[in-house]
């Protein structure tokens, strides 16, 4: 009787896992999709380049094209770079300090920042995206890309994909508070 409570806890710690682990999973696909458009995006500016200082012919779409790769690519791809780490910190104790420490840091920083950060970008993004929706706000160029609305659904998109990686960087950094976190990918 006395290990009902414990295992319930330990039922808990599973199940909030698994979540964590769908969060990463999702995040990690998107990421390595999204990661493709660097080369056509390169490839792409390739081509303005020299259709435009060899051949003398610009075309409007294909600038364009180069912004909204380049917005996919970084806004989209943001979570991922969470995920693994990639993002810039600047600090000078978090590296040498240890996985409890680091695990407070996490955790706090997913909670108190990352969180209500993403939720003011969604609280005010979404009626501007949904006005662009709206009227399926298109390029100011007659042979621009007549899609800016879907460009500005890359804010939402943003916000709601770091809100999920802070969500599971947050539990994470608390199963490892907690003594639960047992992953041999210890993010921490």
Not at 15 to 29: E, F, K, S, T, Y
Not at 32 to 61: A, C, E, H, K
Not at 64 to 84: N, P, Q, R
Not at 139 to 161: C, D, H, M, N
Request: aromatic letters at 10%; charged letters at 10%; proline letters at 3%.
């Amino acid at each position: 009787m006395p290990l009902a409570p414990f295992a319930r806890v330990v039922r808990i710690a599973h199940i909030v896992q698994g979540l964590i682990d769908w969060i990463d999973g999702v995040n990690n696909a998107i990421g390595r999709f999204v990661s493709g458009v660097v080369i056509l995006m390169v490839m792409t500016q390739f081509m303005v380049v020299v259709l435009r200082y060899v051949f003398s012919l610009n075309f409007i779409m294909m600038q364009e094209a180069v912004v909204y790769l380049h917005a996919t690519l970084f806004m989209i791809g943001s979570a991922y770079t969470l995920l693994h780490d990639g993002h810039v910190r600047v600090d000078i104790f978090y590296r040498t300090a240890s996985v409890r420490v680091k695990a407070m840091v996490d955790c706090a920083g997913a909670f108190i920042f990352l969180l209500p950060v993403c939720g003011l970008i969604l609280w005010s993004s979404v009626p501007y995206v949904a006005k662009s929706w709206a009227i399926l706000e298109g390029s100011p160029e007659t042979s621009g890309i007549q899609a800016i609305f879907l460009l500005k659904s890359l804010i939402v998109a943003f916000a709601g994909l770091m809100a999920l990686q802070g969500v599971s960087m947050g539990l994470r950094a608390a199963l490892t508070l907690t003594g639960h976190n047992k992953s041999s990918e210890n993010k921490v």
